[in-house]
């Protein structure tokens, strides 16, 4: 049986900064832990972290479970999956579905290093090896 990966919406750059937060974090994670995290690179309003919050658990992305007077937030939505789900998204409207389309526009006009060529070249070789 194979199993299809659900497509997730793309998520606003404030509540994707919530998400990453409980990525990085160590899930289950309080209001104030999340807050913690969020606020080292901009500054959010408790208010509207519990908004954004509650916002992803209506979308399906985060589980809240009350623990007494707070509550526990757990990401419901992996982020290899969320990434996968936005890199393949991307590669299909912008890029046609050419990888070599969206390669050349992250580099055009810069000169690629000899170590970016190799790392990719192994990569892709790695990839190969897998599918025989």
Same mark, same amino acid.
């Given at each position: 049986?194979?199993?299809l990966?659900?497509?997730?919406?793309?998520?606003?750059?404030?509540?994707?900064?919530?998400m !990453?937060a409980?990525?990085?974090?160590t899930?289950?994670?309080? %209001?104030a +832990?999340?807050?913690?995290? @969020?606020? =080292?690179? #901009? /500054? !959010?309003a408790?208010?509207?972290?519990?908004?954004?919050?509650t %916002?992803? +658990?209506?979308k399906n992305? @985060?589980? =809240?479970? #009350? /623990?007494?007077?707070?509550n526990?937030?757990?990401?419901?939505?992996?982020?290899e999956?969320?990434?996968?789900?936005?890199?393949k998204?991307?590669?299909?409207?912008l890029?046609?579905?050419?990888?070599?389309k969206?390669?050349?526009s992250l580099?055009?006009g810069?000169?690629?290093?000899?170590e970016?060529i190799q790392?990719?070249?192994?990569?892709l070789?790695e990839?190969?090896?897998?599918?025989?």
């Amino acid at each position: 049986m194979i199993l299809l990966k659900k497509a997730y919406q793309r998520l606003p750059e404030s509540e994707l900064d919530i998400m !990453l937060a409980l990525w990085n974090g160590t899930p289950p994670m309080t %209001r104030a +832990e999340i807050e913690k995290l @969020v606020n =080292v690179k #901009k /500054q !959010l309003a408790p208010t509207t972290i519990l908004s954004l919050l509650t %916002r992803l +658990e209506n979308k399906n992305f @985060v589980s =809240v479970e #009350k /623990q007494g007077k707070m509550n526990l937030y757990t990401p419901l939505v992996s982020q290899e999956d969320y990434q996968a789900n936005e890199s393949k998204s991307v590669l299909e409207k912008l890029y046609g579905n050419s990888l070599k389309k969206f390669v050349t526009s992250l580099y055009q006009g810069k000169k690629i290093s000899s170590e970016e060529i190799q790392d990719l070249s192994d990569f892709l070789k790695e990839l190969d090896e897998k599918e025989e």
